[in-house]
C-alpha cells in the first residue's frame, strides 16, 4: 500500500477505527441527550480518551520504533499543555453568548469535525513547507518565542478585538436570532419583509461554532509548529494533535472552571513555548535534544506550573479562612 503523510497507509486504518469509534460512543452513547456534563463524567470521558492515546502511542512504538513513538508522546503532551489555554477562550465565548451548559457538549462535538479538517490542512502545509523550505524551521522557533511574550503579556479576561470584530461582521451579514432555538443551530422564522413566507435564521448555538471554529484555527497557528520542531511526520504530527484535542473537548467540562484557579498556567504555557522555539534554534546550529529530554521537560514545567498554582492557591485561600474563623469566633464572644 502506498505511503500516505510519510507512513504506509495500512497505518492510517487503527487510527481512524479508534477515532470513529470514540466519536461514535461520545456522541451515541454516552451523550445522546442534551444535559449538563458534571465534573464526574468529564473526567471519566478524558480519562478514555487519554487511554486511547496512550495505546495508540504504544502501537506506534510496537510497529515503528521508540523513537516514533517517543516523538508521538511527546506531540501529545505539548499539544495537550497548549490546549490548556483555549479552555479558557472557549468559556468566554459561551459565556458571551449565554450558551447554557446542557448544549455546550453539542457545540464542541461537532467542531470536532471541524478540527479534523483544519489541522489536516494546517499539518499538510506547515511540513511541506518545512521540508521545501529547511529554513522556515528557525522562523517558526521565533515565532513560538514572540507568542510566548505574547501570551504573557496579552488579558484574556474578555473576548478579543478579532472575536469581537467577527462577531459584528457575522451579525451584519447574516440574519440571527436573539434567543436560542432549543438545540438548532438554524432554525426557519417568518420573514418579515416578506409575510407569509419563511426566512433561514442563525442561532446563538451556531455562533458559538463558528467562534470556537476561529479560535482553534488561531490557536492551531501557533501549536502545530511547536510540534513540528519535535517531528516533522505528518502522520506523527496529525494523530498526536488529533488525539490531544479530541480529550481537551471532554476535558473541558471539568476544567472550565479550574483553569482560571491555575495563576501560572500562562507562564508554564509560555514556558513550553519557549523550550521549544529555543530547542528549534539549537538544533540549528549543530545541536541536538532527544524525544525523551523534549518529554521529560515538557511534563516537568506543566506539572511544575500546576503544583506552583495550586500551592499560591492554597496560602491565599488560608488567610480567608482565618478571618472568617475570627469573626465567627468574634460573634459567639459577643453573643
Known sequence: MES??????????????????????????????????????????????????????????????????????????????????NIFVISLIFGYLAIPAALQHRVL???ILGVLVMRALLIGAG????????????????????????????DESTPSHGQAHLLAALRRRLPMTEALHGRAFLVRLPDPSKPG???????????????IECADALFALESVPAILAITQEPYLVYTSNIFAVLGLRALYFALAAMVTRLAYLKH??????????????????????????SLCVTLSLLGGGVLLSWRVGLSSRAPDQAGRRRADNGGLRRC
Open 4 to 85: 500516505i503523510g510519510g507512513a504506509p497507509g495500512w497505518a492510517w486504518l487503527p487510527f481512524l477505527v479508534i477515532v470513529l469509534g470514540l466519536l461514535a460512543l461520545d456522541l451515541g452513547v454516552l451523550h445522546r441527550g442534551d444535559r449538563a456534563m458534571n465534573m464526574r463524567d468529564s473526567l471519566r470521558a478524558s480519562l478514555l480518551y487519554i487511554l486511547a492515546a496512550l495505546l495508540f502511542g504504544a502501537w506506534i512504538w510496537h510497529e515503528f520504533g521508540s523513537d516514533a513513538g517517543l516523538r508521538f508522546l511527546t506531540g501529545y503532551v505539548i499539544e495537550k499543555s497548549l490546549s490548556l489555554d
Open 109 to 111: 462535538f461537532w467542531g
Open 127 to 154: 511540513t511541506a513547507l518545512v521540508h521545501e523550505f529547511a529554513w522556515l524551521l528557525p522562523i517558526f522557533g521565533l515565532l513560538l518565542i514572540v507568542a510566548a511574550i505574547r501570551m504573557l503579556r496579552n
Open 197 to 211: 413566507r419563511l426566512k433561514l435564521y442563525v442561532t446563538p448555538l451556531l455562533l458559538a461554532l463558528v467562534l
Open 268 to 293: 508554564t504555557l509560555a514556558l513550553i513555548l519557549i523550550f521549544i522555539g529555543g530547542k528549534i534554534l539549537f538544533q540549528q546550529f549543530g545541536g541536538h535534544v532527544p524525544p525523551l529530554v
